[in-house]
Structure formats: C-alpha cells, structure tokens
C-alpha cells in the first residue's frame, strides 16, 4: 500500500462566545488530515490548532509534510513520525508543526485499524471498554454569572459527572495580570468573584474532584500564594497554573501542595519535553492532547514517561469528535489512567459529524468507540456544512 495524497480539511462553526482567562472563543474550528491511498482506504485525524489559523495548519499538512510521505508505505508509522519530526527539526519540535504531525500520525493509526479491522486500542493492545472523564466548562460568558454557572455545573452532575472543572483567572485586579498586556476588558472578574466561583462550583461538586484552570494565566507567586487556598477551598487539581517554560516553579508548587495536584501541560509538546518536566517533578498529572503533543504514537511515549515517573496522565481534549475519537482509543490502552476532559461546551463539530453519537455509562464513562480505526463513521454531509470555503 502507497500513500497518494495528504490533505487538510479546515472546519469552523460559530458560536456563542465563550472565554478563559486569556481568550474568548467566537468560533469553534478543526483541521482534519485527510490521508489516501492506492488502495481507497482512507485515514482520519486532526490536527488541533488552538484557535491558530487553519490555513497555516493546512499549509502545513499540505505542503511541508504531506510530500515527505507521497509513496511511502503507510503501515510504517513510526518511520514516518520520524521522517517529519527529523526533517523539521531546525523550524519544528513545537507550536504548529507538531500539531500538524499529530494530525498525520492519528490519520496513520486510522488507517493501520482499517487495513486490520480493528479500533486503534486494540492496535495498541488496550483493555479499557470505556473512559472514566470529567466534565470540562465552566468558562466564563456574558452576563453569566454565578447563577449561570451554578445551573451548569448543577447539569453536569444530573447527567452522571462526578468531576468537573472550571475557568479561573481572567482577572485585571491582580498584579501582573497578563489581560492588561492584551489589553482586554470584557466578561472580566475580580479576583474575589473568582474565590465565589470557585466556592459555588465546590458546593456543587461536593466530594468529586473540582478542577481550576487557569490556561497559564499566573506567574509564580501568584501561583505559590494561591495554591494553598485551593486547597482549603477543596479544590483538587490545579491546570496549568503557570506556563510551562517556568519548571522551577511548578516543581516549587508540586513539592509544597500535596494536597493538589498540578496537572499539565497541553500547550506542551513531545515525550522529549514532558519527559524534562517529569525528571524535575514538575507535573503531579500529565495531560498532553493528542492532536497537539505529538500524535496517538508520541501520546504512547508520553503515557510511558509518565509511568516510569510515577505520575499518572490524563488527557486534555478540546477538539472535534475525531479527536475526541482518538482520545479515547489511546486512553483505553495508557498505563496510569486519570479520568480524561469531557468537554460540554455546545460544539457541533463534536456533536454532529458523526453518523453515531458517541455513548458513555451512567456515570459518563466514554465507550470507546468500536468500529476500525478511530471507531467512528463521519457523517459526510454533516461535516460538508462545515468545511471553510
Ligand atoms: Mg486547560
């Protein structure tokens, strides 16, 4: 079997606005890869972006790393993971070129399940029938408010989430606050409406675990001086409190609160890098995304470090339902496995480009999805109503 074309698909569906500490999102948006064959059979992924320019990603599918792999054999997966990582060592390692690697190499792993009909899990040898996850909002929006986020938290748990986590940190009151460096106003909070929301969320949670992300919004003694309030206020895992490039002061905050797990990074990016974040104890969780850090093939190497670190992993995922899709497959075979992001935001990319919704268990445990490859089958007109022209 040869590989005959690699493509990119840029989706995008507005929506209502919604933000984080640093961003606000107005639309949602996915580039699939698209990988054929002299066969017919083709293979699925996604490269995601972080809301950066879909045409850069496609660019990148389409014209720096789809040549390398024109006529290549596809079952050789970690061949040509180490063709495009190799070949873009100078301008790549990070940012989109991995993204955009991570997307070719979940079309690979695709395709390698329906050449065999298998789903990818049992490729990778995982026992896992469904995935244990937690339910993933709480961002803020206009004029939402505490109620609002009351009524949404109270709904994931009426659904079966014992889990959930929540936004925190767009605060402009605060020393350092980076919203002033971007100059952004809107849909802002105090830092004390933040601790309210954090109490209100918590009184809702009740014994589950309440996750605060704060999308590296902090700086260290933000961070160190918050941390042991988080835990007085019960809340259990603290997300990417600080960016990733500051290892010193995550490890100052693993080692000085027990009682909460830093969990991250997924803007971070290759077992290389995550493994120098474990070796420094600068991670409690491992949370790298599978289209971003590298792939269903790095995110098993990933899932390695972690484990000869002792630290257990969980995977982040923002994306659409082919991404959520890979998720899972990797999910059912990673050692070490910690209840994985389930996001509620509405998003249709997630919801409607599938011929069959993906199903979970009385207490939103995922099934993996057990068809070949990725397990899923794309509803085609759907997603035709969403590709950018
Ligand atoms: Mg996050």
Known sequence: MKITAVRGLPLRCACEPISDALSTSRARQALLVLLDTDTGLQGIGEAFTYGAPLAVMQYLVENTLGPKLLGRDPADIDGLWQTLYISTLA??????????????????????????????????????????????????????????????????MRMGYTDAKIKIGRNLDRPHAPLKVLGITEDTVTVEEDWQRIRAAKAIVGEGN?????????????????????????????EEPIPFEDMQ??????????????????????AGNFTTMLDVGALDVVQPDV????????????????????????????????????????AAALPGLLP??????????????????????????????????????????????????
């Not at 590298?294 to 995977?315: F, K, M, N, W």
């Not at 995922?366 to 969403?386: M, R, S």
């Open 291 to 330: 289209g971003w850090a590298g792939g269903i093939s790095e995110c098993v190497r990933i899932g390695a470090a972690a484990q000869a670190h002792g630290r257990p992993i969980s995977l982040h995922c923002f994306g659409s339902a082919v991404l959520f899709a890979a998720s899972l497959q990797v």
């Open 91 to 156: 301008s790549g390692r990070r940012s989109m070129t991995l993204g955009a690697i991570s997307g070719i190499d979940m079309a690979l792993w695709d395709l390698k399940g329906k050449c065999e009909h298998k789903p990818i899990a049992a490729l990778l040898g995982g026992e896992r029938d469904r995935i244990p996850s937690y339910a993933s909002g709480g961002f803020y929006a206009h004029g939402k408010g505490l109620d609002g986020l009351r009524r949404e938290l109270e709904g994931y």
């Open 210 to 238: 309440l996750a605060v992300d704060t999308n590296a919004s902090w700086d260290r003694a933000t961070a160190l001086e918050n941390a042991p309030r988080l835990v007085e206020a019960g809340v259990g895992w603290l």
């Open 249 to 270: 002061g995550l490890t100052l905050l693993c080692r000085s609160n027990p009682g909460l797990k830093i969990v991250g990074c997924e803007t971070q990016q290759g």
């Open 340 to 389: 994985m992001e389930s996001e509620e935001n509405p998003n249709p990319l997630k919801s409607a480009l599938t011929k069959a919704p993906f199903t979970a268990d009385e207490k939103m445990a995922w099934y993996v999805p057990q068809g070949d490859g990725l397990g899923i089958d794309l509803d085609w007109d759907a997603v035709e109503k969403f590709v950018v022209k």
